[in-house]
């Protein structure tokens, strides 16, 4: 019999007069996740009401005045959700010991303070999650969620196709137990390969970790998906925010919730499309006709989100 992981509770971005843990306050506001909360009291750096918390074990209402560092808490906003291209040679990180350049001293200007969901080392690229919301950052990472993260992943060496199916169920490295791995070859060269590799828990390295155990060295790995949220034409270095309705949508929020979270609009960076010289940029479509031709083409509303986690035919990126 196998054990299945327990369902997270659904996400409820409604704010609430009900008393909740400090820890969890903190991460609403998006200064931090709530682990790291519970670190920030430890240090005394965290006030209720003009008084020094020593534990994290204390409730609070939205009657309560919070502060970090000297600096009160402002109302929870709704949440957001940006969609990153992180280029390599980025920590994600807010500070980093050996002094490397983090992925928060290149966001743009005008973006409000978010935290990642998940990370990407260093030396890897491509689509990472930005929140203004640490509970989300929180439900989003959680295995139980049961959102895939796919990526492209070049190899050294030549790739046997029947270790890549030794780890569909899953692989024990090192004391540590990874879930299931799908694993597909897309193209063999002489001494390279491309890879696509889809896994559930995003484990520190995961990907790197398990392709060195069968004796593939990655050597560039490139994440294209998180969940229904896709990389796509994004730029390298470019940020595009997750519209609200798609967002409570792919949460499994009511219509009523849709509505609280797209409220007014709200200033996000601008991306604009590339022209050829001599042509003229084409205006940007309502959202009615985009509505209409999404009704068309599937008979409901066109997200714009991959729903399927099944492997596209895709070719590898240039190397």
Sequence with gaps: MKIRPK??????????????????????????????????????????NGQLLDSPAFTVTAKDIIEVDNVQLGKAEPPRLWRYHKPRG????????????????????????VISVGRLDIDSEGLLLLTNDGELARHLELPATGWTRKYRVRVHGRVEEK????????AQI?????GPVLARLDKQMNSNAWLTVAIKE??????????????????????????PFLLGRLEAG????????VLAEQLGLSPDAIEKLDGPE???????????????????K?????????????????TGQKKSVNFSKTRPPAS
């Design 163 to 170: 270790k890549l199916e030794e780890i569909a169920e899953g």
């Design 286 to 302: 309502s959202k009615d006709s985009q509505r209409s031709k999404g009704q068309k083409n599937t008979g409901r509303k066109n």
């Design 7 to 48: 369902k997270p509770a659904p996400f409820n971005p409604a704010a609430s007069d009900k008393p909740e843990r400090i820890a969890k306050r903190i991460a609403r506001a998006g200064i931090c996740s709530r682990r790291q909360a519970e670190a920030y009291i430890a240090e005394g750096r965290v006030k209720v």
């Design 90 to 113: 980025l920590v994600v990180s807010n500070k980093d010991e050996k002094g490397r350049d983090t992925i928060f001293t290149h966001l743009p200007e005008n973006l409000p303070r």
């Design 238 to 245: 470019k940020v595009e925010e997750v519209k609200a309705s």
């Design 174 to 178: 090192d004391g540590v137990q990874y």
């Design 202 to 227: 995003g484990r520190n390295r995961e990907v790197r970790n398990i392709m060195e155990y069968l004796g593939y060295p990655v050597t560039r790995l490139l994440r294209l998906s998180y969940g």
């Design 266 to 284: 709200k200033t996000s960076p601008t991306l604009r499309l590339k022209t050829k010289k001599g042509s003229k940029a084409r205006p940007p």
